[in-house]
């Protein structure tokens, strides 16, 4: 799950990590308000939406009085921000943060994230802070520090201090830039996060450092321990067909593409996207239809599939296990007669490779119905490569 920058700060202040005083908006009026109170000559107006790449993007805007404010949140608030990381459509901006505005001698970049290969916790840093991080990891990744942390000891003084000195800190910012990781970290590791990312962490001109930026993401396995974080969700922010799906107990995740699948369990979910892929389609989705796939499961999911247009074709590849074929054969047709028109036929082609328990029932009984645009697919390959044949075919 995610949260905006100054949700994250608010946690993060309650860890001790030192971050401008700000506040949210969520008008014009609150957002001069905000900044009256604030009372520095400079403030920040940041548009907040969950992605960055911001700055580059005109969401960011630096106000030397109180019109200026006026007029940057009145630009902001409503206006569709279409960064590096929204895709083509961007994000419409709800909310703004009020800042007081910095003085930046130097950006660094800093973050905790999960390490798979050595699992472990690793803290990154980069003298290269700002908004080209990604291009530094591509290009010249010896600029970036890494310390790894044992989950016994935790983040222990010598490495953040080794980093403190690999940064080139001046002297009197090396204790507060030691107390903004380890606060960072048992931030991390408090909330249960997935990651925590400053870019940029600033040194000012009176040698302070500080949080300018917030990016904390957190596991959703563990949000049951954070009643606190839960409530901070921003349902506006995430894919309406994936929060349609987590309320149907479907696992869905929606890929953009136009080829969309049903699949049972997630490894099989996955080699599907895989050779969807394979054979040259472009996957809508991720979805894993679970064990207990009721045809009323199945209709939902077809549902959500085909809204908005984005399909252009389904592939069901069921492996039937705890699922029955003939369930989700009876699925298939329920879903046709919610998704059609006239209830006889698919708006787009259905290819259904049925393997398992139950699989002749099922496909006996597809190969009966009168609906149209079900096709039959005897294997997973066979079936992956028709399906694509056919949205190809649809779309030149
Ligand atoms: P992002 O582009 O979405 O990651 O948004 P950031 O919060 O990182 O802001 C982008 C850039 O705006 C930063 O790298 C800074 O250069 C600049 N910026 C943000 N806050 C301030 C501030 O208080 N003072 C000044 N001078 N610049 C700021
Ligand atoms: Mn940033």
Same mark, same amino acid.
């Given at each position: 799950?995610?949260?905006?920058?100054?949700?994250?700060?608010?946690?993060?202040?309650?860890?001790?990590?030192? +971050?401008?005083?700000?506040?949210?908006?969520?008008?014009?009026?609150?957002?001069?308000?905000?900044?009256?109170? *604030?009372?520095?000559? +400079? +403030?920040?107006?940041? #548009?907040?939406?969950?992605?960055?790449?911001?700055?580059?993007?005109?969401? /960011?805007?630096?106000?030397? $009085?109180?019109?200026? =404010?006026?007029?940057? #949140?009145?630009?902001?608030?409503?206006?569709?921000?279409?960064?590096?990381?929204?895709?083509?459509?961007?994000?419409? /901006? $709800?909310?703004?943060?009020?800042?007081?505005?910095?003085?930046?001698?130097?950006?660094?970049?800093?973050?905790?994230?999960?390490?798979?290969?050595?699992?472990? =916790?690793?803290?990154? #840093?980069?003298?290269?802070?700002?908004?080209?991080?990604?291009?530094?990891?591509?290009? @010249?990744?010896?600029?970036?520090?890494?310390?790894?942390?044992?989950?016994?000891?935790?983040?222990?003084?010598?490495?953040?201090?080794?980093?403190?000195?690999?940064?080139?800190?001046?002297?009197?910012?090396?204790?507060?830039?030691?107390?903004?990781?380890?606060?960072?970290? $048992?931030?991390?590791?408090?909330?249960?996060?997935?990651?925590?990312?400053?870019?940029?962490?600033?040194? @000012?001109?009176?040698?302070? /450092?500080? #949080?300018?930026?917030?990016?904390?993401?957190?596991?959703?396995?563990?949000?049951?321990?954070?009643?606190?974080?839960?409530?901070?969700?921003?349902?506006?922010?995430?894919?309406?067909?994936?929060?349609?799906?987590?309320?149907?107990?479907?696992?869905?995740?929606?890929?953009?593409?136009?080829?969309?699948?049903? =699949?049972?369990?997630?490894?099989?979910?996955?080699? @599907?996207?895989?050779?969807?892929?394979?054979?040259?389609?472009?996957?809508?989705?991720?979805?894993?239809?679970?064990?207990?796939?009721?045809?009323?499961?199945?209709?939902?999911?077809?549902?959500?599939?085909?809204?908005?247009?984005?399909?252009?074709?389904?592939?069901?590849? *069921?492996?039937?296990?705890?699922?029955?074929?003939?369930?989700?054969?009876?699925?298939?047709?329920?879903?046709?007669? *919610?998704?059609?028109?006239?209830?006889?036929?698919?708006? /787009?082609?259905?290819?259904?490779?049925?393997?398992?328990?139950?699989?002749?029932?099922?496909?006996?009984?597809?190969?009966? @119905?009168?609906?149209? $645009?079900?096709?039959?697919?005897?294997?997973?390959?066979?079936?992956?490569?028709?399906?694509?044949?056919?949205?190809?075919?649809?779309?030149?």
């Amino acid at each position: 799950m995610n949260i905006h920058e100054y949700q994250s700060k608010q946690v993060l202040k309650s860890f001790g990590v030192n +971050v401008p005083n700000g506040k949210p908006a969520f008008s014009v009026e609150e957002a001069v308000a905000a900044a009256k109170e *604030i009372g520095t000559s +400079v +403030v920040v107006v940041k #548009a907040q939406i969950h992605a960055g790449g911001r700055g580059k993007a005109g969401g /960011v805007k630096l106000a030397h $009085n109180l019109d200026e =404010v006026e007029q940057f #949140a009145k630009e902001l608030l409503g206006k569709v921000l279409v960064t590096k990381q929204t895709g083509p459509a961007g994000k419409k /901006v $709800n909310r703004l943060l009020i800042e007081s505005g910095a003085d930046i001698a130097k950006e660094y970049y800093l973050s905790f994230v999960v390490d798979r290969q050595t699992a472990k =916790v690793v803290m990154m #840093a980069s003298t290269e802070g700002g908004m080209e991080i990604e291009k530094v990891a591509a290009e @010249t990744p010896e600029k970036i520090f890494k310390e790894y942390i044992d989950p016994v000891i935790g983040l222990a003084p010598f490495q953040t201090s080794r980093m403190a000195y690999k940064l080139g800190l001046p002297k009197p910012a090396i204790r507060p830039a030691q107390k903004l990781m380890s606060c960072l970290y $048992n931030a991390f590791i408090g909330k249960d996060c997935s990651l925590a990312e400053i870019n940029p962490m600033v040194l @000012t001109k009176d040698n302070d /450092v500080m #949080a300018l930026d917030a990016k904390l993401n957190f596991d959703d396995s563990a949000l049951y321990r954070h009643p606190d974080i839960v409530e901070l969700r921003d349902e506006t922010e995430e894919d309406p067909k994936e929060l349609e799906a987590a309320a149907a107990d479907l696992n869905y995740v929606n890929l953009g593409g136009d080829v969309a699948c049903m =699949v049972n369990g997630a490894g099989l979910a996955m080699a @599907t996207v895989d050779i969807l892929k394979y054979f040259g389609g472009d996957p809508a989705n991720f979805l894993d239809v679970g064990g207990d796939s009721n045809p009323e499961k199945i209709a939902k999911a077809f549902n959500i599939m085909l809204e908005g247009g984005q399909s252009k074709g389904i592939f069901v590849n *069921i492996f039937g296990g705890i699922n029955r074929c003939d369930q989700v054969a009876e699925g298939v047709i329920a879903a046709a007669k *919610i998704v059609s028109e006239d209830g006889k036929s698919m708006p /787009v082609p259905v290819v259904v490779r049925l393997e398992g328990t139950n699989a002749e029932k099922g496909r006996e009984i597809l190969k009966n @119905t009168p609906i149209k $645009n079900v096709i039959m697919a005897p294997t997973m390959e066979g079936g992956a490569e028709q399906i694509v044949k056919l949205v190809n075919e649809a779309k030149a």
